[in-house]
């Protein structure tokens, strides 16, 4: 079992309101209006030849704000020395990449016209 950790920050007002987004950066700045959390994440075989980071910790992340998604899937595929292609969250849902019809897809558009 492969396990990673990652440091991220998020908009606690925005996430009383619209749920978990957290942002990802490689050196995170404090911001007035954000917190950090520690969230694990698990190396598993999705499907056949489809490989997935799922999120082991921490509260239910509904998406990510704009390119942290991205960044966030190479940063563990790089330490690991892996190529999964998605990140899931702890419920089982795909954050990463987020397909049309994603119900993901339709808040995360909504979250980033703040």
Same mark, same amino acid.
């Given at each position: 079992?492969?396990?990673?950790? #990652?440091?991220? =920050?998020?908009?606690?007002?925005? #996430?009383?309101?619209?749920? $978990? ?8 700045? /404090?911001?007035? =209006?954000?917190?950090? %959390?520690? %969230?694990? $994440?698990?190396? $598993? ?18 998406? $990510?704000? /704009?390119?942290? &998604? ?10 690991? &020395?892996?190529?999964?292609? %998605? ?5 089982? #849902? ?14 995360? =558009? ?5």
């Amino acid at each position: 079992m492969l396990e990673l950790k #990652r440091k991220m =920050s998020y908009n606690f007002y925005q #996430r009383e309101q619209l749920g $978990f987004y957290p942002s990802f950066d490689e050196i995170p700045e /404090k911001k007035q =209006s954000h917190e950090f %959390i520690e %969230i694990t $994440f698990e190396y $598993f075989k999705y499907y056949k030849n489809v490989y997935c980071w799922q999120q082991v910790s921490g509260p239910v992340i509904y998406g $990510f704000i /704009k390119r942290c &998604g991205k960044e966030l899937l190479d940063s563990l595929n790089k330490e690991a &020395g892996v190529n999964a292609q %998605i990140i899931k969250n702890c419920g089982g #849902r795909t954050i990463f990449p987020l397909t049309y019809n994603s119900t993901y897809y339709i808040l995360e =558009s909504y979250n980033n016209d703040f």
